[in-house]
C-alpha cells in the first residue's frame, strides 16, 4: 500500500461482492446495441450478396453450433413458435444449406443438419466479422488496444462463471 498522502493508489482486489445496478447494466447493453448497428451497417453491402437474412444466418449458426437439431430444440433455441422455425427452415433447404431428415428415432420429428454450403457460407461471415474486427483494432492505439484486450478477458471469466454455477445446478451448457 501506499504511503498516507500519497496518490499511489493501493493495489486492493476488485470487490467481487459490488453488483453493477440494472441501469449499469442496460446503459453498456445499449452501447453495445448501438454499436453493432453501426459495424453491420459498415459492412451491410457485403452482407446482402450473401443471399440470407439475418434470421436465417442465425439459424445457421445455431444449428452449426449444434451440430444437428430437431425442429422443435431449434424453435426453443430461438425462442420461436416451431412453425416459423420450419419457414426459415424451408427457405435454408432450398438453398442448399441446411439437411432436413426424419429422426430415425422418432419418425414424428424432423433433425436439421448443415450442408457444406453453409460451413462455407458461415466462414464467409467469420472473415468478413475479422476483417472488420482488424480494421478498427489497428485505429487504436497500443493503450486502447491493451484495454480491449483486457475486458475480453473479463468477458471470458464472466463466461467460465455462468458454466461454472449451471455445472454446479447440474444444467446442460450448449
Given amino acids: 500500500m501506499g ?9 486492493i482486489p476488485p470487490d467481487t461482492n459490488r453488483r453493477p445496478s440494472a441501469a449499469d447494466i442496460e446503459a453498456v447493453v445499449e452501447r453495445y446495441e448501438l454499436m453493432m448497428q453501426r459495424l453491420i451497417g459498415g459492412h451491410a453491402p457485403e452482407f446482402t450478396e450473401v443471399g440470407v437474412t439475418m434470421a436465417q444466418a442465425k439459424v445457421l449458426y445455431v444449428v452449426m453450433a449444434a451440430g444437428h437439431l430437431r425442429m422443435t430444440e431449434l424453435a426453443g433455441r430461438l425462442g420461436i413458435g416451431t412453425s416459423s422455425a420450419s419457414e426459415i427452415v424451408e427457405r435454408l433447404v432450398e438453398l442448399d444449406l441446411l439437411h432436413r431428415t426424419d429422426d430415425p428415432d422418432d419418425r414424428r420429428q424432423v433433425v436439421i443438419t448443415t450442408t457444406p454450403g453453409a460451413i462455407a457460407l458461415l466462414e464467409r ?11 478498427l483494432l489497428g485505429r487504436l492505439d497500443a493503450d486502447e488496444l491493451a484495454t480491449v484486450d483486457q475486458s475480453l478477458e473479463i468477458f471470458h471469466r464472466a463466461i467460465d462463471r455462468v458454466a461454472s454455477t449451471a455445472d454446479r445446478q447440474g444444467e446442460h451448457r450448449p
Fill in 125 to 135: 461471415f467469420r472473415e468478413l466479422n475479422q476483417r472488420q474486427l482488424r480494421e
Fill in 3 to 11: 504511503k498516507p498522502n500519497s496518490t499511489e493508489l493501493p493495489n
